[in-house]
């Protein structure tokens, strides 16, 4: 079973809770609190469609630009000795440190997503 939705351009979680015999989620990769439930996985993906197309319509309505999930960057925190290793390879290669964990994420993600 597959553990996220998706949806235009969103991801939901997918969650049980066995103490109100039910399922929900909410959207992830934004700040935004946006959540839905069902009682089957059918209705879940019907909330959860719902979901985001509310929010969609809410930001249009209210003349917001909605959050995009993961807007392209974030920051690592590696240590010392990761971090001078990584940019001693990168200025080694004559690339970015940017570029050489770009291209270490890549190919990490080609042989384990």
């Not at 809770?17 to 209705?43: H, M």
């Amino acid at each position: 079973m597959s553990t996220m939705l998706q949806y235009r351009g969103y991801y939901g979680s997918i969650e049980a809770s066995p103490e109100d015999n039910c399922l929900f989620g909410k959207l992830q990769f934004i700040r935004s609190l946006v959540s839905y439930e069902g009682d089957t996985v059918a209705e879940l993906t019907k909330a959860f469609h719902e979901a985001v197309d509310d929010y969609l319509a809410t930001c249009e309505s209210l003349n917001h630009e909605p959050e995009v999930p993961c807007k392209g960057s974030f920051n690592v925190r590696v240590g010392h000795d990761l971090h001078l290793a990584a940019s001693v390879a990168a200025t080694r290669q004559s690339i970015s440190l940017n570029d050489l964990t770009r291209k270490a994420l890549s190919e990490y993600l080609e042989h384990h997503a």
